[in-house]
C-alpha cells in the first residue's frame, strides 16, 4: 500500500491530541476563497484557523535547525517531508489550547493525509472543500495582481495542476466515507458563508 507511515508511532504526540480535538480540514484551489471563509468561520464558530503553508514560514522565520531544513527544501523545490509539517500542525494545536480547528492547505496530498492519521491519531470530522472551477479563481487571481497578467497565467495554469492532481485523491478518499461538504465557491461571498454555516450549524448542535 505504497510507502508505510511510522503507524506504530500511535503513542507519540498523537495520543495527547486524539479524541480531544476537532479538526476540518479546508481544500481548494489558490482563488478558492478559502482565507476569507476561513476568517468567517473564526468568527462565528470560534474555531482556530491553522494554516500549513503559514506554519512553514514561520519556522523558517524561527532560525530554528527545523527551520533551515525546511528553507533549504523549498529552496530547491522539494516539498517539505509530510511529519515536519505534521509536528508544526501539532505544535500549533497543543500550544494554542482551543479544541477544534481549521486546518488550511493540508492535507495537500494523499500521502499527507495517511501521515496525519498515522502521526496524531485524528481523524477530521469533516472536508469543507470549496469547489470554484479553473476560469473563475484565474479572473480573481489575475484581478488581484493587476497588471501582470502575461507572466501570471501561465504560473496561475500550473499551479491549479499541481493543486487539482495532488487534492484530488484526498477529496476522493474522504468522499467516499461521506466526510466531504462541497461548496460551490464560485458564488459571492455572502452567498458562500450562507454555505459553510450549514456545514457547521449541525456539527454545533448534535
Do not use: W
Not at 92 to 112: S, T, V, Y
Not at 131 to 146: T, V
Amino acid at each position: 500500500m505504497g510507502s508505510v507511515v511510522d503507524s506504530s508511532n500511535k503513542e507519540g504526540n498523537g495520543s495527547a491530541l486524539a479524541n480531544k480535538v476537532t479538526v476540518v480540514f479546508v481544500l481548494g484551489g489558490p482563488g478558492s476563497g478559502k482565507g476569507t471563509q476561513c476568517a468567517n468561520i473564526v468568527e462565528h464558530f470560534g474555531y482556530t484557523h491553522l494554516s500549513a503553508g503559514d506554519l512553514l514560514r514561520a519556522e523558517m522565520k524561527s532560525g530554528s535547525e527545523n527551520g533551515d531544513m525546511i528553507q533549504n527544501m523549498i529552496k530547491e523545490g522539494k516539498i517539505v517531508p509530510s511529519e515536519v509539517t505534521i509536528k508544526l500542525l501539532e505544535r500549533a494545536m497543543l500550544e494554542n489550547g482551543n479544541d477544534k480547528f481549521l486546518i488550511d492547505g493540508f492535507p495537500r496530498n494523499e500521502e499527507n493525509r495517511a501521515a496525519f492519521e498515522a502521526v496524531t491519531g485524528i481523524e477530521p470530522q469533516f472536508i469543507l472543500f470549496f469547489d470554484c472551477s479553473e476560469e473563475e479563481m484565474q479572473k480573481r487571481l489575475l484581478s488581484r495582481n493587476q497588471g501582470r497578467e502575461d507572466d501570471n497565467i501561465e504560473t496561475i495554469k500550473k499551479r491549479f495542476k499541481v493543486y487539482m492532481e495532488s487534492s484530488l485523491p484526498v477529496i476522493e478518499y474522504y468522499n467516499a466515507k461521506g466526510k466531504v461538504r462541497k461548496i460551490d465557491a464560485a458564488k459571492p461571498v455572502e452567498e458562500v458563508f450562507e454555505a459553510v454555516k450549514v456545514c457547521f450549524t449541525p456539527v454545533a448542535s448534535s
